[in-house]
């Protein structure tokens, strides 16, 4: 080749061919670190909360139902939803768990019942490189009051593994299944339970 002149590789050539799939070995290999960094980083706490309230606000669409998630505008309520004439109303508390976890925090106001029309929904949300299932246990507010009220009375009650009387704070929780309460409360019965705001809403 001539001193000043420029030359192409051919595809064919054995050196042009080596070198490519090495550069493809590389770029694979930095593609599936990158990846697997984005999928595994843990997901703030708040951004998990709010991906929660979408899927729980797209299955009750999916059901015919009205559903708004108020972005934290109403004291209470993550979800309103509604019947698609908008006479019925139902106020939709969201807490967010990631499935395989034992218990789900629901806060001291759990302990108040604020009406057959409020509902508690726990929202399983897996990672997003997980292949576990979402799970939604869907539980009437005057359920969730008398059951953690006295879950948390009877561990309230019973004495700690040191054998000194516990100490009181606001954190209320509820087992997830196959765990019960404190009580002997399982929440099974409410895995997917749709129909209990759809009966507040259609019937």
């Given at each position: 080749m001539a001193k000043g002149t420029w030359t192409t590789a051919s595809a064919d050539d054995p050196i042009y061919k080596e070198g490519f799939q090495i550069s493809s070995r590389s770029y694979s290999r930095e593609y599936a670190k990158k990846t697997t960094k984005m999928t595994t980083r843990k997901i703030d706490k708040n951004a998990r909360g709010s991906a929660s309230q979408f899927f729980i606000a797209g299955q009750l669409c999916r059901r015919g139902l009205v559903a708004v998630v108020?972005?934290?505008n109403t004291p209470n309520t993550d979800i309103l939803c509604s019947n698609s004439e908008g006479t019925k109303f139902v106020h939709i508390?969201?807490?967010t768990y990631v499935p395989?976890?034992?218990?789900?925090s629901v806060g001291k106001k759990a302990e108040k019942d604020y009406g057959r029309n409020f509902i508690w929904?726990?929202?399983?949300?897996?990672h997003a490189d997980s292949e576990e299932d979402f799970e939604y246990?869907?539980?009437p507010s005057?359920?969730?009051?008398?059951?953690?009220?006295?879950s948390h009375s009877h561990w309230l009650s019973s004495p700690s593994k040191n054998g000194k009387p516990r100490k009181d704070s606001d954190v209320r929780t509820i087992n997830l299944p196959p765990h019960r309460s404190h009580c002997g409360?399982?929440?099974e019965q409410y895995k997917n339970r749709w129909d209990i705001i759809e009966d507040l809403l259609l019937a």
């Open positions: 108020t972005m934290g508390q969201v807490k395989g976890s034992r218990t789900v929904v726990l929202g399983g949300i897996p246990f869907i539980i005057p359920e969730v009051s008398k059951n953690v009220r006295e409360w399982s929440i």
